[in-house]
């Protein structure tokens, strides 16, 4: 924020477990003056367990940014569940080391339940330049895919977790990337898709044409990039969530993956809300998700749950 000659400006910076600070800064000087200090005394408070970061190696020699959240009481030793959060899509990025309160409360919420909590942004991903994002050309899940099966095997490489009792979820182009992985390879043992596309002909043609094309031009790409094709393939437990006045990512979505999981006789638990849109935004609607959420992944990442 310039002041109205440009000769000042408002400058907020932040790191990972750090809330903003926001200093005044001379445009013509360089000279700083520290307007609001970062409170931090909550995050003590609240247990806050601060994110590690990492880097990783694609496949085609691509430098891949996660970061991981160990569980709030953990201690050496022990090995914990781990539930790995996908977002995977352009015009977007989960990894930052900045402070960023509304997704550091899920990601808190998740360390403080006991989970080893992880995410890595794939090749596909916004903000790494055309070609790093321009993968995703033709076929949408598959590069994505093989970059978060890179990040697993680091994951369950890590001392602390135990590579048997890991999960997925993700929402929006994540709910996407979390019905893709599951019926696209048998890395996880379960996973939550929130508000996915399943078939990329009911999704924004202004978005999916950048990288499908036309439909009457790449239909094997749609097809092979639309997870309601593949509902025979699901093996694990799968919970489907969405807001059923979702104007984004519209409710027949989900939908249709239902009756193709229906038909394909999978068995899944599904949690819709009334009146709620892509955010599910409403206050005991969006307690409700993710306590269901959490109780899911409890269950299904227990010890003594059979895996798959």
């Not at 990783?56 to 691509?62: E, N, T, V």
């Not at 596309?197 to 950048?210: A, G, K, Q, S």
């Not at 959420?293 to 895996?307: D, M, Q, T, W």
């Amino acid at each position: 924020l310039f002041s109205p000659d440009a000769k000042e400006y408002l400058d907020e910076y932040s790191r990972a477990g750090v809330p903003a600070d926001l200093t005044l800064t001379n445009a013509i000087t360089g000279r700083q003056q520290l307007v609001a200090a970062g409170e931090t005394s909550f995050l003590q408070t609240y247990g806050f367990v601060k994110p590690e970061f990492m880097t990783l190696r694609a496949a085609d020699g691509s430098l891949l940014h996660a970061e991981v959240i160990k569980p709030r009481d953990y201690l050496p030793g022990r090995r914990y569940p781990a539930v790995v959060e996908v977002y995977g899509g352009p015009d977007f990025q989960i990894v930052q080391d900045r402070f960023e309160p509304r997704w550091a409360a899920i990601d808190q919420l998740f360390a403080q339940d006991g989970f080893v909590y992880f995410m890595l942004d794939n090749r596909g991903s916004s903000r790494r330049g055309t070609a790093f994002e321009g993968v995703l050309l033709d076929r949408m899940g598959k590069t994505e895919l093989g970059d978060q099966l890179t990040g697993l095997a680091a994951l369950k490489r890590l001392p602390y977790v135990d590579p048997q009792r890991i999960g997925i979820w993700g929402w929006s182009y994540g709910g996407f990337m979390t019905l893709y992985s599951l019926t696209h390879s048998d890395a996880f043992r379960c996973g939550v898709s929130v508000a996915p596309v399943t078939n990329w002909l009911n999704y924004d043609t202004c978005y999916t044409e950048r990288y499908l094309k036309l439909p009457k031009d790449d239909e094997a790409g749609y097809t092979k990039s639309s997870p309601v094709h593949d509902a025979a393939d699901l093996h694990v437990p799968l919970l489907i969530a969405q807001g059923l006045v979702d104007d984004n990512v519209h409710f027949g979505n989900s939908a249709q993956m239902v009756s193709a999981l229906y038909a394909a006789a999978k068995p899944f638990d599904m949690a819709y809300y009334p009146g709620m849109d892509h955010g599910i935004k409403g206050p005991a609607e969006r307690s409700d998700l993710f306590k269901r959420i959490l109780a899911f992944f409890e269950r299904h990442l227990a010890e003594n749950e059979k895996g798959h």
